[in-house]
């Protein structure tokens, strides 16, 4: 799970160091490799806490390329590469008491899991971009109601499938 993280972390340095060079900022472009060497000095230690750290740097740098009118889906990207190199990394400890074998399979899981979610979450930027549908106040309320509610019975929904994928009654009875 820690290399998960750090390849999750170097990823998010990757896209803001390409698009400082892209958009003729040198500086901007050195600032996310010595965030992607921080990543590895993290890496190497190991300290939960440098996770938080790290985290909040890459919203930092990530604030500061929006502020010099950097693409939208390349700063969203970058940020989310590094919340879930944050989230693994905090992730790492607890899945480090399993074999290595559940281990394996778990941190290629939750790369691929986590590479979707990236995936997922830039494209809806993409189309935030795009898309533009004018709404009455009223209209984006009821709409708003009716996402959360999606939302709610979705995850309701995830949790009964994990309950009973577990072989456990939810009701208690046995």
Do not use: K, Q
């Not at 008491?97 to 691929?112: E, G, H, N």
């Amino acid at each position: 799970m820690r290399l998960s993280s750090l390849l999750f972390f170097e990823i998010s340095s990757a896209v803001l160091a390409t698009g400082g060079a892209v958009h003729g900022l040198p500086e901007l472009s050195i600032v996310a490799v010595v965030l992607a060497g921080l990543a590895v000095a993290m890496f190497a230690l190991g300290p939960p806490l440098l996770a938080h750290v790290m985290l909040g740097l890459y919203g930092i740098t990530v604030c500061l390329f929006g502020l010099f009118r950097f693409p939208p889906l390349l700063c969203a990207g970058a940020l989310a590469a590094a919340l879930i190199g944050w989230d693994a990394a905090l992730a790492a400890p607890s899945v480090a008491r399993a074999s290595p074998d559940d281990r394996r399979r778990f941190a290629i899981a939750y790369t691929l899991r986590s590479a979707a979610l990236v995936a997922v979450g830039i494209l809806l930027v993409a189309a935030a971009g795009t898309i533009r549908v004018s709404l009455t106040f009223g209209t984006g309320f009821g709409l708003s109601f009716v996402v959360l509610v999606l939302a709610a019975l979705f995850l309701r929904t995830l949790r009964g499938a994990n309950t009973s994928s577990d072989g456990n009654d939810p009701s208690g009875s046995e």
